[in-house]
């Protein structure tokens, strides 16, 4: 399947828009490889652009700037939507970084092009609504888990919201975005091998 036919299919699925009304962002959807490594958005930067994961891995992590230490917040990965949100709604720079965790291609829009699609079409807004929802959730659901959640049920809801992430990308950015350090990690995938 296409990347554009694949993104066809996931807005239907998420929005349940028509093919007449996704044929009018035709002319704006890009492809963009990304090599391991190359930032989808950077620290300061605002970012223009939203993406759509056709393949691959994204982290979005703060960095401190004193201490240098990396603090991993958001993972996106197949057939996910990626960008800076805040960033992106606001056009103003962003706090994080968003880096390609490996090989991976998107299709990406610029704001200006999706702004003219809101204007044409109230499934373009429906989109819109819904990637905001998507947004404020992530997020959420990111900062109450660390108040209500053991990072054993942490690390069990990452395998479902990423299957293939622990084959992937190296274990410390996974203990990083759990919260705990690598030896707990490691406890937390035996008892799970363990338990199943």
Aim: with cysteine; charged share 20%; glycine share 6%.
């Amino acid at each position: 399947m296409s990347e554009i036919k694949l993104l066809e299919k996931a807005l239907q699925k998420l929005t349940g828009m028509d093919e007449k009304e996704f044929a009018l962002s035709l002319p704006f959807w890009q492809v963009k490889q990304y090599k391991k490594g190359e930032y989808y958005n950077e620290y300061k930067n605002v970012c223009k652009h939203l993406g759509f994961v056709i393949n691959g891995i994204f982290r979005t992590y703060y960095m401190n700037e004193t201490t240098g230490e990396e603090k991993n917040m958001l993972f996106y990965s197949d057939h996910q939507i990626v960008s800076a949100y805040k960033s992106f709604i606001s056009q103003t720079p962003c706090n994080y970084y968003t880096e390609s965790m490996v090989d991976s291609t998107i299709l990406y829009i610029h704001i200006d092009h999706l702004q003219e699609l809101y204007e044409q079409s109230h499934q373009w807004e429906r989109f819109g609504r819904h990637v905001a929802e998507i947004a404020f959730n992530l997020v959420m659901n990111h900062t109450e888990d660390f108040l209500f959640k053991t990072p054993e049920q942490r690390y069990v809801e990452l395998l479902e919201l990423h299957p293939g992430i622990f084959n992937t990308i190296p274990l410390y950015h996974i203990a990083s975005y759990l919260g705990i350090q690598g030896p707990s990690l490691s406890r937390i995938r035996k008892r799970m091998l363990n338990k199943g």
